[in-house]
């Protein structure tokens, strides 16, 4: 349990952290948004795109009606530049009448006029979806594109006058400049009235524009509009020039109303701007690559801390079965001479065999001093680990070797082994010299125990590059078990399965191993042909 609340606590203390961050940053774009919804760039631009129109003298209503549309344009640009801020707007321009002249439209077709008092060319666009029914939108649409995916440039000849600022056809031809016959002819029932003059335009060639002043029209939109139309209210009944509101001020949503009195060619309009905004949902888009990554290596991290906690934790359990198994072996092994000092003392006591008593004191004495090596040992091994700080310094494995064979002459000679001793000399290597001689002591003694009378044991020194010396101890004798190769080096295992033995303490070879393991040497044990070798390469 102690374990699980580990592993939560470190997941979130991963992903806790990675939250705040995603919060800050939406925080901050939030703000950023909320900013640039408080002052739109595409009102300053209108308003500074408008500022030219407020000068001059208009010669005639086709003049006037010219530079409205220009004015449309620019109505239209601010539009744009608003919905790609992430804004949704309504840009209404309106006469002193309070009649909005911007409608929305989506087929214009764009018409130039010469005016011949002062000799310029006029653009003039005229809102065919405004007089033509669908059918015959359609119709005029495919012969401005005619199947091809770029549009194209045909002839059109119209009649119209101006009335409030809009040009109102009353007949419009349509021909291809390469054919010489009219394509098509359409007539409205649009007559001039209160003095308007209708006007003839010549066979010109033009294109055809397909766009919307409100590029994201929706209910948004209307509501955008219903903010303006309140605004001009104030505006007027408070006799102001300018008014400006911001309403829903939030991290949600965010409206603002500005309304302006305007000027155009001495005549009065009024300029209605509504607009609308999501700040939060902004935020979220623009950040979302962010958002991704962050979650990306949330997992990442997570999956990270899971494996690593898992090997962790197997290493822990592997730890405490080996801590469990010592213990156990530990206390087996001490068992049997605590026994055996236990019934020579009693014996003692009750004075049985009184002339057997120096023996027995020989026997208590032995077993006293097996307990205190097994102690030592435990010890020994409790405080090696592969963390352990070494010393390193250089030393001459061969005098190493010597020094430590020296120490087990007698034994040799008692079992009558012949030694075979294969050294180079001049081998200079790194290491704490204690350690590797508990290591070459703990090697020979096992070769000593487990080599029959009469027996071999070959001790050899070899250098395979510049880089690398290999001792090996090899001694005859019958093999390991190859399942039980691998366990060797575990306390107290033998490989007969018979994991206590009464005469060795079972810790030697866990001892050399945690040695070489701090020294960063490769080690080793297999079955020869002779018998079995021990080696050890730095």
């Not at 309106?94 to 002062?118: H, R």
């Not at 029932?189 to 209708?198: E, K, L, R």
């Not at 030694?419 to 090697?443: A, P, R, T, Y």
């Amino acid at each position: 349990m102690r374990r699980v609340k580990i592993f939560l606590v470190t997941v979130l203390g991963i992903l806790i952290p990675l939250v705040l961050v995603a919060c800050v940053m939406t925080d901050a774009e939030v703000k950023s948004q909320k900013i640039k919804m408080q002052n739109p760039y595409a009102i300053t631009y209108l308003m500074k795109q408008l500022k030219p129109f407020s000068n001059g003298y208009i010669y005639s209503d086709w003049v006037l009606c010219a530079n409205i549309n220009h004015i449309y344009r620019y109505i239209y640009t601010a539009n744009i530049m608003l919905s790609e801020s992430g804004h949704y707007s309504s840009v209404l321009l309106l006469d002193s009448s309070l009649d909005i002249i911007n409608e929305p439209s989506t087929v214009i077709l764009p018409i130039k006029i010469l005016d011949t008092l002062i000799h310029l060319d006029y653009d003039i666009q005229l809102q065919l979806d405004e007089y033509c029914s669908d059918e015959q939108l359609n119709h005029i649409l495919t012969l401005f594109h005619n199947g091809e995916n770029e549009p194209k440039k045909i002839e059109v000849e119209l009649y119209g006058f101006i009335d409030k600022w809009k040009l109102i056809p009353q007949m419009i031809s349509f021909r291809d400049d390469s054919v010489s016959d009219t394509m098509l002819t359409l007539e409205f029932d649009n007559s001039p009235t209160n003095g308007m003059i209708s006007k003839h335009i010549e066979w010109q060639q033009t294109e055809l524009w397909v766009q919307s002043l409100y590029p994201n029209n929706n209910d948004n939109t209307e509501e955008c509009q219903k903010m303006a139309l309140r605004e001009l209210e104030i505006l007027v009944s408070d006799n102001r020039i300018s008014y400006s509101s911001n309403e829903n001020n939030g991290v949600v949503r965010f409206e603002g109303s500005y309304a302006y009195e305007v000027n155009f060619y001495g005549e009065t309009f009024y300029l209605l701007i509504g607009t609308r905004g999501f700040p939060l949902r902004i935020a979220i888009s623009n950040l979302m690559p962010i958002y991704i990554f962050l979650i990306v290596l949330a997992l990442f991290l997570s999956l990270l801390v899971t494996y690593i906690f898992g090997k962790t934790l197997k290493r822990q359990m592997a730890l405490e079965n080996a801590k469990q198994n010592l213990l156990n072996a530990a206390a087996h092994d001490f068992k049997t001479p605590l026994s055996i000092i236990r019934n020579y003392c009693e014996g003692l006591l009750e004075k049985i065999n009184e002339d057997e008593k120096e023996r027995y004191y020989d026997i208590i004495q032995d077993e006293t001093t097996r307990i205190k090596e097994s102690a030592s040992k435990l010890l020994e091994l409790s405080q090696l680990s592969p963390e352990v700080g070494i010393k390193f310094r250089r030393h001459y494995l061969s005098e190493i070797v010597r020094s430590v064979f020296a120490q087990y002459r007698k034994s040799f000679k008692q079992k009558n082994i012949d030694v075979e001793l294969s050294l180079l000399d001049n081998i200079l290597i790194s290491c704490e010299s204690l350690g590797i001689e508990k290591v070459l002591s703990n090697f020979v003694s096992n070769a000593i125990r487990h080599t029959n009378n009469n027996g071999m044991i070959k001790i050899k020194t070899s250098n395979e590059d510049t880089y690398s010396v290999t001792f090996s101890i090899e001694n005859s004798g019958s093999h390991i078990p190859s399942d039980s190769i691998k366990h060797i080096w575990d306390a107290y295992y033998k490989a007969d399965n018979t994991r206590f033995n009464s005469e060795r303490t079972g810790i030697g070879l866990s001892i050399a191993k945690r040695i070489l393991i701090a020294h960063g040497f490769q080690y080793g044990v297999e079955n020869t042909e002779l018998g079995i070798r021990f080696w050890f390469s730095t």
